[in-house]
């Protein structure tokens, strides 16, 4: 059974890092692009970033262009860092395992969730100013 761990988030004040961790189980990962959506109250769940272990490119929302980092450690675990915070970061944030191989290949197909197949409970991420 394929499970998805999320971890690091928390309360911090604008300007400040959070690095948060996701731990995925249940078979092997390394042919499957991994992303991080968020979600706050009302709001649908946004893509934020994603990446492709075995081709080596990621993608970002513009939003956290240049301020969040997306990284795998290796087939079954995968970072955000994310640096400068900002008050509009707050959210819920989930990690998810995209179709099976290289389903997607391009931004536009990463920014949809009907792209990923698995999903963590999410972790919360406070950013005050």
């Known amino acids: 059974q394929v499970q998805l761990d999320e971890s690091g988030g928390g309360l911090v004040q604008a300007g400040d890092s959070l690095r948060l961790s996701c731990a995925a189980s249940g078979r092997s990962f390394a042919n499957d692009a991994m992303g991080w959506f968020r979600q706050t109250p009302g709001n649908q769940r946004e893509f934020v970033a994603a990446?492709?272990?075995?081709?080596?490119?990621t993608y970002y929302a513009d939003s956290v262009k240049g301020r969040f980092t997306i990284s795998r450690a290796n087939a079954d675990t995968m970072y955000l860092q994310m640096d400068s915070l900002r008050p509009d970061d707050t959210a819920i944030y989930y990690c998810?395992?995209?179709?099976?191989?290289?389903?997607?290949?391009?931004?536009?197909?990463?920014?949809?969730?009907?792209?990923?197949?698995?999903w963590g409970h999410g972790t919360q991420v406070i950013v005050s100013s």
């Open positions: 990446i492709r272990w075995s081709a080596g490119s």
């Open positions: 998810a395992v995209a179709k099976q191989g290289d389903y997607c290949a391009q931004y536009e197909c990463f920014v949809s969730m009907a792209s990923f197949d698995y």
